[in-house]
């Protein structure tokens, strides 16, 4: 494996080869499974600043683990890697600074490694140390005489300059993320100090500022909570995949209010004429399949499944009447993730790469 460098997309989960294999491997497609994955690693798996969930050695792992043969020479990298951000995380915080969504969030960040920790199974002190980071987050921060939630930004979500910074809040880069893993720990019995106050942080957070896809200083120095955004409601930004997070919250706490609010918020916006015309395409990350393969996965947790079924079967339809149309091959903005959210299946247990489950 190479620590330098950035290698070519194949080994990118979200559109490479690796992420494609996904599809293979719940399929049990097992030649087209060993193509992919060749492809994958042909020209080195990252182990450096770019490794993460999404990327290099940690994507590879989580592939890998879907066939039951990820190995201790990829786990043994993948934890140096995890090392690495938990000591860069540690320096930034030192330091006073704030921190960028690349340190933190699912896809680049150490949400993402948590969430790839917890399909390990055994709980180790690695996911115990990135769940303490997490937690972290948690308590607020002063900057300049402010005081501002430890997660907040002081750069957009592309990066760029953002007056004031931002507080992001959606499932692939936000707040929602951290307040999933702890979550899923949680009911994993996994527990570190501060975890339960934590996820009631970020769910409190969710409550007031959850209807945007961000939030800003102004909205965060304003006397009332801001509108609900009018934008797509998906899986990577929106209440969907906020509601998802909730629920798993109040599952962690025990918390019977909050997983029926949160039930409630994916049961109105997935039957919402308006909502739904505003998603154009069939993708994991902000189409059908990611909307139908959440609905899926908050039936099954809820006590009353059967009010989604309508919601999950007009879902399926529009899933499968675009999926055609997507011009991209890979998982999550492409035909191979939309197609393993119409097979339905999850044997491998590939959602949780989307901290769905």
Request: glycine share 10%; hydrophobic share 45%; aromatic share 6%.
């Amino acid at each position: 494996m190479t620590s330098t460098g950035f290698p070519p997309r194949t080994q990118d989960l979200s559109e490479g080869a690796l992420g494609m294999a996904l599809l293979d491997i719940e399929s049990g497609d097992l030649s087209t499974v060993r193509r992919h994955l060749t492809q994958a690693v042909a020209h080195g798996v990252s182990a450096g600043g770019n490794a993460s969930l999404f990327h290099g050695a940690p994507a590879l792992e989580f592939v890998l683990a879907r066939t039951g043969h990820a190995g201790r020479h990829v786990r043994g990298v993948v934890d140096r890697v995890v090392d690495a951000r938990l000591a860069a995380a540690r320096r930034r915080q030192a330091s006073g600074a704030l921190p960028n969504l690349a340190e933190w969030d699912l896809i680049r960040g150490l949400s993402g490694l948590g969430a790839l920790l917890l399909t390990r199974g055994a709980p180790s002190a690695r996911l115990t140390d990135v769940l303490a980071y997490l937690v972290s987050l948690s308590r607020p921060v002063r900057i300049a005489g402010r005081e501002l939630p430890g997660w907040w930004s002081a750069v957009g979500p592309a990066g760029e300059e953002m007056a004031g910074g931002h507080g992001n809040n959606g499932m692939a880069h936000g707040v929602a993320g951290p307040l999933t893993v702890l979550s899923l720990a949680a009911r994993r019995d996994v527990q570190v100090p501060g975890q339960r106050e934590a996820i009631e942080v970020f769910a409190r957070w969710l409550d007031r500022f959850g209807g945007c896809y961000w939030t800003t200083r102004a909205q965060l120095d304003a006397a009332e909570p801001p509108e609900p955004e009018t934008a797509r409601q998906s899986w990577c930004y929106g209440r969907p995949g906020i509601a998802r997070a909730q629920q798993l919250a109040a599952l962690a706490l025990g918390d019977p209010v909050r997983r029926h609010a949160a039930e409630d918020t994916v049961a109105r916006t997935l039957t919402d004429r308006f909502h739904l015309a505003r998603i154009t395409d069939a993708t994991l990350c902000h189409g059908w399949a990611g909307l139908v393969t959440l609905a899926r996965a908050v039936a099954a947790d809820s006590p009353a499944p059967e009010r989604f079924t309508p919601a999950i079967g007009d879902l399926q339809q529009r899933l499968a009447a675009d999926l055609d149309r997507l011009p991209k091959p890979g998982f999550m903005e492409g035909r191979s993730g939309a197609q393993l959210a119409l097979i339905g299946t999850n044997a491998t247990d590939w959602t949780s790469a989307l901290l769905i489950t």
